[in-house]
Structure formats: structure tokens, C-alpha cells
């Protein structure tokens, strides 16, 4: 183990110092994109339907799906912190002031938006590559309203927010180290849940993809906290450790695409195009591209706030359902199961009350 974890480094140190970090970060991200992108796309992976699915008391594939996901990343990042190929600690997520009140408010604003717009953010992503052009307008919405969230017109909003209720870096947002419990905890954690999404399987449609995009889209996770951390333990120069999410991302892709001087290149430059065509290549290997666009306007309205939701949501949040909910989550950042609390929240109120059958008027009785 020690042989192959020196031979790893000295690999990605030559790498670092043939083509720098920059480039092997984006390099990383394109990979792992394509492989979250084909994974998601294969198991129809997405927290807005097993959301709606929990509500509803269904108990059925999307939910499975969500548990397989959520169970997989879990198990594979606490067991690489164990076997002491991953240190989290410097992410982020734990290592920087977080917001109670962002993630909380943040949560319910992003769970109502992928309501509206039914589908989280990656999900977005991943339809849009498949031909559904609702999802793309959605997707670019998100984007614009992020970055505004982030630094334009809507930046100061989200400052009060967040400042309303603030938590220091370090073990205060590490929900381990709260409750005063360890990794092999954590571990155990994401067997249990494993075992709910096994229980859950039971009870529909055993598809081999949702099996094995359920566990991939979790690994692929995984695999982002792994290559990034190793990239850094491999460079001289200062690397930040990150995961999958869809948030920054997207703000940053529209920077790249609009402004004279664009971001910096990095992990995030590979991994949207990545999952974009892992998405593609999936949905054409099944047949399953298709355009698709608004039934009416009352639909593009509904889609527009949604997004608008999300995107502010998610930038309060301190990422998506994927950046928060999984990757965050995963780590056991306090602030991350926050939000996802809050997106699970939020999204079971407006579904109940957006898309609950209409009540029947009573009739009259004749005399």
C-alpha cells in the first residue's frame, strides 16, 4: 500500500511539473466529469425525484437511486480517510467560516427551486446534453443568478444572510467532531444507509443501471476528493482540495464565457464539459436523445423562478444538491447536511403545493 501511494505521488509530481497544476486539476475534472456525467445519466440520478418519492411515500427506484449514491461516496471517502490516502480536513467545507442560517435558508430556497424546475442543478446539466432545451434555459439562469449571488446585484442579500447565524471553521462545522465520534463512525454511517438503499431496492424495479449508476455516481464523489488532495500532496505549489458541485462551476463557466479576464483554470474548467458529454455519450448509446422544449408559458415562467431559486439557494447554501447534499455531506460537514436537511424540506412543501391534485369541489345534493 505505502509502495503504491509513493509510486502515485512521484507520478502526479512529473505530471504537476510537465504540465502544471492548472492543467492535470482540469484534466482530472474532465475525467471524472464524464464518468459522473455517464453514471448520472445511466441511473436517472437526481434528488428532486427521490424527493418527491420520500413525500409521497412511494419508496421507489429515484430514491434507491439517491441512497445508492449518497451511500456509495460515504463509504469510499471515509474508507480512503481511514486508510489515510484522503485528509479532508483542509476543504472548504470544514476548514472555513461557514453560515448556519445561508445553508438553512439557502437549503429550502434551492429545494423549492428544483421543484419548479424538476430537476436539481446537475440534473439540469445532464438533460440539457440530452436535447431538453427547458433544461438548458434552466441551466443558464441558475448560472446567471449564482454569479450574482456571488458578485453582482444580489451578492449584498446574500452577505445579511449568511452573516445571520455564522459558525467558525475547523471542528465546529465537522458533525464527527461535534458529536464526538470518528471515521470508522462515519463509515459504519454509510453501511447503514447502503443498507436502506438495499432495503429500498427490494421494493421496485431492480434495474441494472440503477445499481450500477447509483454506486458510480457516489464513487465519482469520491473520486474527486481523492485526485484533487493527491494533486495537492504532489505539488509545491498551494492546491485547494475540492469535490464535485455544480454551483461555482456554472458562475464560473459564465465568467469564462463573458468577461475580458476570465478565471484561472482548474478543476472546475474540466468538470462541466466532462459531465456534459459523459451525459451525451449515455443518452445516445440508449437512444435516448431527444429535443424537447416548453409545453406553454405558464411552464417558462414556473422554470425561470425556479432556476432563479436555485441558483441564490445554492450560492447561500455553499453548493447544490450534489456540492452540499453529497459531496459536502459525504465529509460530514455541518453546515452541508444544513442544507441538504433544508432542500428535503423545502422541496416536499412546494410539491405539495405546486403539484398535489386538485380537491374535488362537493356537489350539491338535489332535493
Known amino acids: 500500500m505505502e509502495y503504491k501511494r509513493r ?49 409521497h411515500q412511494q ?29 479532508v480536513s483542509t476543504a472548504r467545507q470544514l476548514a472555513t467560516r461557514g453560515s448556519l442560517s445561508g445553508a438553512l435558508i439557502g437549503g429550502l430556497l434551492f429545494g423549492a427551486g428544483m421543484i419548479m424546475t424538476r430537476g436539481c442543478a ?30 453582482g446585484a444580489l451578492s449584498p442579500l446574500r452577505q445579511e444572510i449568511t452573516n445571520l447565524w455564522t459558525v467558525e471553521g475547523g471542528s465546529s462545522r465537522d458533525l464527527l467532531a461535534i458529536l464526538g465520534l470518528s471515521h470508522t463512525t462515519g463509515l459504519v454511517t454509510g453501511c447503514v444507509w447502503l443498507l436502506a438503499a438495499l432495503y429500498f431496492t427490494t421494493r421496485t424495479t431492480q434495474r441494472a443501471w440503477m445499481w450500477i449508476g447509483g454506486i458510480g455516481t457516489g464513487l465519482s464523489v ?9 494533486v495537492s500532496k504532489a505539488s509545491f505549489e498551494v492546491v485547494h ?49 431527444k429535443l424537447e422544449g416548453f409545453k406553454d408559458g405558464y411552464a417558462m415562467r414556473r422554470y425561470i423562478v425556479g432556476a432563479i431559486f436555485m441558483g441564490f439557494g445554492a450560492m447561500l447554501a455553499g453548493g447544490c ?8 455531506g459525504a465529509i460530514f460537514a455541518l453546515t452541508a447536511w444544513t442544507a441538504l436537511m433544508g432542500m428535503w424540506l423545502g422541496a416536499g412543501l412546494v410539491d405539495r403545493w405546486m403539484d398535489a391534485p386538485p380537491v374535488s369541489a362537493p356537489t350539491l345534493m338535489q332535493p
Open 222 to 230: 469520491a473520486m474527486a476528493w481523492w485526485f484533487s488532495y493527491s
Open 321 to 328: 444538491a450534489v456540492g452540499a447534499g453529497v459531496t459536502g
Open 241 to 289: 482540495i475540492q469535490g464535485i458541485t455544480f454551483s461555482g462551476p456554472s458562475a464560473e463557466w459564465l465568467m469564462r464565457v463573458l468577461a475580458p479576464n476570465p478565471p484561472i483554470i482548474g478543476f472546475d474548467f474540466g468538470l462541466l464539459p466532462g459531465v456534459f458529454l459523459g451525459s451525451f455519450f449515455a443518452a445516445w448509446l440508449s437512444k435516448e436523445l
Open 59 to 87: 419508496f421507489g427506484e429515484k430514491l434507491s437511486v439517491w441512497l445508492l449514491t449518497f451511500s456509495a461516496a460515504v463509504i469510499a471517502i471515509q474508507a480512503l480517510i481511514l486508510m489515510g490516502d484522503l485528509d
Open 122 to 151: 446537475s440534473r439540469l446539466l445532464i438533460l440539457s446534453a440530452n436535447g431538453n432545451l427547458r433544461a438548458l434555459l434552466s441551466g443558464l439562469i441558475f448560472a446567471v443568478t449564482a454569479q450574482s449571488a456571488l458578485s
Open 7 to 55: 509510486l502515485n505521488h512521484m507520478n502526479l509530481t512529473a505530471l504537476n511539473e510537465a504540465y502544471g497544476e492548472p492543467y492535470v486539476l482540469a484534466f482530472g475534472g474532465l475525467i471524472i466529469g464524464l464518468l459522473f456525467g455517464f453514471f448520472a445519466q445511466r441511473s436517472k440520478f437526481c434528488l428532486r425525484a427521490a424527493v418527491i418519492e420520500f413525500w
